[in-house]
Every structure is written in C-alpha cells, then in structure tokens.
C-alpha cells in the first residue's frame, strides 16, 4: 500500500541515548518519541544509526558471534515486529537503525517501516566499526509519501560521491543517521572530550556546553553536513546518538 502523496512533510529527528545491555529499555524509549512525534502530528519519525543495540558495543565486541547474538533478522525479530505495529497503531513512518543478520552476514542497516507493515533497508557502505560487518554495495531510492527517499550512514555523508549518486537518482530527501562527534581526527579542530568536563557536568556545565558546540562537536558538523544538501538540491535528515 503506498502512502498518500504530500507536499509538504513534517518530520521529527531524534537524538537518543541508547542503552547497550537492555533493547527493550530503548525500545520503550523509542515507542514514547514516536506516540509524542505522532502526537504532534508528523508523518515521518527518524532515530540514529544502531538505535536498537547501541554503537560502542558494536565497535569493540571482538567475537563474531556475540554480535551474531545482538543482530536482529528481518521481519522476523521480536524488535521489528514491535515497531511495526506502532507505525500501525500511531499511522507514522519510523526509521531507525540497528544490526542485521541477513543469511549469516552482518551489516549496519537503517530501515524505514510503513504504517502498513511494508519496509525498505539500506546497509551502510562504508560500515567500519567492525571487521565482522560487511560493505553495502547500493544506493537504494524509496518512496514515502511521494517522496523519493535515499539514505547515508554516518561517515557514508562525509565523502561527497555518495549524496552525489543518490543527486543523480533524483532523491529529494536523504536520510542521514549518525553516532559522531569528538573523535580522534585531526581536522577541523576535532578531537574527544575531556571526561574531566562530563564528570563535572553539573557544577560547571558551561564548560561542557561549550565543547560540544565547538569544533570537536557541533560546529564540526555544520562546516561540512548542510554543504551536501546545498550541492545536491535535496533535503537532509540529521540525527544523531547522545550519551
């Protein structure tokens, strides 16, 4: 079943924290955004890269087969069956991250589920967090709303090839979740945080305001993330993991 066309779309970008013991734990955190964004009247709810599990966890499991056992199959996992009939029950669309299981393979995949239970994935091209995670190979247009839709996974954005590509397919709104920010990259002024200005976060937490929304943050991202949009006459959709 398609979605009826629109002109205009209201979408709700979250950034979340995602706790990487517990899916259900952000599984009901994730429900309550999506019951408040369809509250508040959108048609599209976007969460961040690897939502379901949490990133760092991904990145520094060294056995093949604990990340087996945090990778979900779909549609047949208990995490996207629960999804689903949200999108169902509150008539949104709901886009969100987690590890794949796809015959044996594991990718860093973000998918967008229908209110109809329909649903359409893209894994990550340039996926590094882990040996054991394999390379997408397609950029994948899909429809919402009459939307041509595309997306790119974190540092999938950062080379300017790949919004071109999707330019060239005719997207009009990409889709862009993210888990970044202060990283050890010498350019821009980036860099990590000092964990002396988060453990003293509540007596000083303008220090702390203040790092995130430099260099080694915020004002990383904008030098380079609005520029893809600009060259290629399309919409992005930003959001990202906090905590």
């Not at 002109?7 to 970008?13: P, T, V």
């Not at 979250?14 to 999506?34: A, W």
């Not at 080379?159 to 071109?164: F, G, S, Y």
Request: hydrophobic share 35%.
């Amino acid at each position: 079943m398609s979605l009826t066309k629109k002109d205009k779309l209201r979408i709700a970008a979250v950034q979340m924290t995602s706790d990487e013991f517990d899916k259900e734990k952000n599984l009901d955190v994730m429900e309550e955004l999506i019951v408040s964004a369809a509250k508040n009247r959108a048609d599209i709810i976007s969460f961040p890269e690897i939502c379901i599990t949490g990133y760092n966890i991904i990145r520094y499991t060294k056995n093949k087969k604990d990340l087996l056992a945090l990778a979900e199959s779909i549609p047949d996992c208990a995490s996207f069956k629960r999804i689903a009939e949200i999108a169902k029950k509150q008539k949104i669309v709901v886009l969100y991250g987690f590890l794949e299981n796809e015959n044996g393979k594991l990718f860093n995949t973000y998918i967008a589920v229908r209110p109809d239970g329909t649903f359409s994935k893209y894994h990550k091209i340039h996926a590094f967090e882990n040996s054991f995670v394999s390379q997408g190979n397609s950029f994948h247009i899909f429809d919402l709303y009459g939307w041509k839709c595309g997306t790119l996974i974190c540092y999938d954005n950062n080379l300017p090839e790949n919004p071109r590509m999707y330019m060239l397919k005719g997207c009009e709104l990409l889709f862009s979740p993210h888990q970044t920010g202060a990283f050890d990259i010498e350019v821009a002024g980036m860099g990590r945080i000092d964990v002396k200005l988060w453990n003293n976060r509540k007596k000083n937490p303008d220090a702390l305001y203040r790092e995130f929304q430099g260099p080694k943050g915020r004002e990383w991202l904008v030098k380079w993330f609005p520029s893809r949009s600009y060259d290629n006459g399309f919409y992005s959709v930003f959001t990202n993991g906090v905590g």
